[in-house]
């Protein structure tokens, strides 16, 4: 039983599409975000949202927006796609700590490899 | 320069070799470490998580934080080439609920 799961796995599409990524978390996490991967495996946060509350959106253009219809999904639309785009999307889902002895660690999705041509 | 950073590697390691891994940041106020694993074309997966200074072992990793030297390194003892994989240090701070990852380093043991 998948904990987070993204749709689709792969995703080809050409520059000056719109196109959405959708994330699905059975976790009962109160929060749930998306990260960029580059080809260089680097991991940048993107967006951040706390039971539907947006709470992080880092300097991202305005073409991607984060949309949470319930705190178990979370979705991202991007409009007039860019050749920079083409990246691994990855939802990510945790629960905030209580106490230092806490787990403060995320579950991720397998992420959505998206090709701008 | 980036909040943390790793040597990218990529290290190459015979089968049952111990190895170090490191990492280093540069924002004191970081108190929660952690170390993830990534598999090719899979998500991270998280392997080890601390707080503040110290050692933790769990089987054959073991993970170092020196908060002194914003220095942070993962063990691995006896590694096997299921080992190989992408590992990428990270770290939080209490009350942000973001975490900062490293850069990745690529790590290959061969049989």
């Known amino acids: 039983d998948t904990a987070v799961s993204q749709t689709p796995k792969y995703l080809v599409t050409q520059m000056g599409n719109d196109k959405s990524i959708k994330c699905e978390q059975n976790?009962?996490?109160?929060?749930m975000y998306w990260y960029k991967q580059d080809s260089k495996k680097f991991l940048k946060i993107m967006f951040s949202?706390?039971?539907?509350?947006?709470?992080i959106n880092e300097t991202v253009p305005n073409r991607f927006s984060p949309k949470s219809p319930d705190k178990a999904h979370l979705n991202l639309h991007i409009n007039s796609l860019e050749l920079g785009d083409s990246a691994v999307y990855f939802c990510?889902?945790?629960?905030?700590?209580?106490?230092?002895?806490?787990?403060?660690?995320?579950?991720f999705g397998s992420g959505t490899r998206l090709t701008v041509v | 320069q980036k909040e943390v950073e790793q040597d990218p590697g990529p290290l190459s390691v015979p089968e049952g070799a111990i190895v170090s891994l490191n990492c280093t940041y540069s924002n004191s106020a970081f108190q929660y470490f952690m170390w993830y694993r990534q598999y090719s074309r899979k998500g991270p997966e998280l392997l080890m998580y601390t707080y503040s200074s110290g050692n933790k072992e769990d089987g054959r990793f073991t993970a170092q934080v020196d908060k002194s030297s914003k220095y942070i390194s993962l063990f691995i003892r006896d590694s096997q080439p299921s080992d190989s994989a992408t590992y990428l240090c990270a770290k939080a701070q209490r009350g942000y609920q973001k975490v900062t990852f490293g850069t990745g380093t690529k790590l290959q043991v061969i049989p």
């Open positions: 949202y706390n039971n539907k509350e947006l709470i």
């Open positions: 990510a889902s945790s629960q905030p700590p209580t106490d230092r002895l806490t787990n403060y660690g995320y579950t």
């Open positions: 976790l009962g996490h109160d929060t």
